[in-house]
């Protein structure tokens, strides 16, 4: 998508601080980040919303993040974290979804 500012990534249009990649995944670290170690994972394929994504797809996504979040625990000391998913610009002012463990 043209207008994507996540597909512009990860085409190399917009730098970015690429800290994992395979073929279906990049991570980067966000550029305002809201705490240390805020990394994103961004799909290779456009993925418009939460709504649309595969969810064979998606569970790969939670696989990754955990898979990072063990590495940010041993590189950063992290003891605790949080593994969002924002779907659309006012996310954080509607419905929310939490996966506790």
Known sequence: M??????KIIA????????????EFKVILDRFPSGEGHALILPKNHVPNV???DPAQAGRAYALAAKLARAMKEVLGFTDMNILQNNGPIADRQCSISIST
Do not use: V
């Not at 043209?2 to 597909?7: A, Q, V």
């Not at 970015?16 to 395979?22: L, V």
């Open 2 to 7: 043209s207008d994507c500012i996540f597909c």
């Open 12 to 23: 190399g249009e917009i730098p970015s601080a690429t800290i994992y990649e395979n073929d």
């Open 51 to 53: 709504f649309e994504i």
